[in-house]
């Protein structure tokens, strides 16, 4: 077994001075950065940096840039707005997001609570916590509870097993999810002991959060592997991400990689409008043309949707490059992946009754547009 994560996370980059232990470069305005938004790394993600600016550093280095944001908002999906209890968002008619945590493994500069990173708004007590399940015990509706922070796994396996137990307890909560960055970061904290309690609680859901190929490792191979391993199905959600993986290539080969480690694609994010993470910022054709490199030229597992949180607080909406060229009474005319046209002939409207005159026995080629 390797290295403890809590002696892991003692060794964290917190100061901008000890980035020079390995790389060379002016930490004058990393310093001013870090102090509006602070900066956390965790020595394991840290070692994973290779060069100046790479695909990892942009994730978790402060950049100059955060201060020259002239758009962006501090809550760009106006959580605060639907919270009836602190750190609880009820957005969805049967489910809620229930932050739980402060902390995370490393802070993501793009992170769409960038305004509460390394800056808790609020102190999680028993008596917060207990106001949250509360709320859900009282809210037949919510059949759905997504544990989200922070990072909840950041907390004690004891206290993660304390909030489980009381949601599972309450009868029309029927799933249990958590999402954490912590396999990507932090692997070492997911452990045989953390796994064999979360498997007390299923049906319980795991979404991880990998940006970028090069975070695959064989650390988050074994830690995505014990949480398989404990019954846990895996979804990723990622951010597209100016400069680190905005690239349809690069997309491929992360979620191809995802599969390898038992990890389903599960929501690929346009970048919040957070404010400080303008240069993050992609135009929303970049996150059609990655999933026109996806369908139908990989695996459908590995294909994840690709989301427009609504600013202001209007969900998730999905967005697909166009697929479906026309649709009329008599006909649905589709393009594939190829770019070849069909055609699907459609059954009357209203008519269960098979039609007399046979438009299905037709030859293929006049199926072809
Ligand atoms: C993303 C999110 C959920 C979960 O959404 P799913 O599409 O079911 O994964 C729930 N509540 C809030 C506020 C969310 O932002
Ligand atoms: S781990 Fe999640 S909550 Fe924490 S900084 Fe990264 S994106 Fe934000």
Redesign the pocket.
């Known amino acids: 077994m390797s290295e403890d994560w809590k002696s892991i996370l003692k060794k964290s980059i917190t100061r901008p001075e000890q980035i020079l232990e390995r790389f060379k470069v002016d930490i004058e305005p990393i310093k001013a950065v870090a102090e509006k938004y602070p900066m956390f790394v965790s020595r394991y993600y840290f070692n994973l940096i290779e060069e100046v600016d790479d695909p990892i550093w942009k994730q978790c280095i402060p950049s100059p840039l955060e201060l020259q944001d002239p758009y962006g908002y501090e809550d760009p999906?106006n959580?605060e707005g639907?919270s009836p209890v602190p750190g609880l968002?009820h957005?969805?008619p049967d489910?809620?997001?229930m932050c739980v945590s402060n902390s995370c493994a490393t802070y993501c500069r793009f992170c769409t609570r960038k305004r509460k990173v390394g800056k808790p708004a609020i102190n999680f007590t028993d008596e917060i916590y207990l106001a949250q399940i509360q709320y859900v015990r009282e809210n037949p509706s919510i059949r759905?509870v997504?544990l989200s922070g922070g990072d909840p796994f950041m907390l004690p396996d004891e206290k993660i097993e304390f909030l489980l137990k009381k949601l599972r307890a309450i009868p029309h909560v029927e799933i249990l999810r958590i999402g954490s960055r912590v396999p990507c970061t932090l692997p070492q904290r997911i452990t045989p002991r953390l796994c064999r309690m979360l498997k007390k609680y299923h049906p319980l859901y795991v979404n991880v959060h990998f940006e970028h190929p090069r975070e695959i490792t064989d650390e988050a191979e074994r830690a995505c592997g014990l949480l398989a391993d404990a019954g846990i199905p895996l979804g990723n959600q990622s951010v597209l991400l100016r400069g680190v993986n905005d690239d349809p290539d690069v997309m491929k080969s992360l979620v191809q990689k995802l599969l390898k480690i038992r990890v389903r694609p599960y929501y690929l994010f346009q970048m919040d409008l957070v404010k400080g993470t303008y240069h993050f910022r992609t135009r929303v054709e970049v996150g059609l043309k990655i999933l026109e490199n996806l369908i139908g030229k990989t695996s459908g597992l590995a294909v994840p949707r690709f989301v427009i949180?609504a600013p202001g607080g209007g969900g998730?909406i999905p967005l697909q490059p166009e697929y479906v060229l026309s649709m009329d009474d008599e006909k649905v005319v589709l393009r594939n992946y190829e770019g070849n046209i069909y055609v699907y002939p459609q059954i009357p409207r209203g008519g269960e009754e098979i039609p007399s005159t046979p438009r299905f026995h037709q030859p293929y080629a006049q199926l072809r547009g």
């Open positions: 999906l959580e639907d968002v957005r969805y489910r809620v997001l759905d997504l949180d998730k």
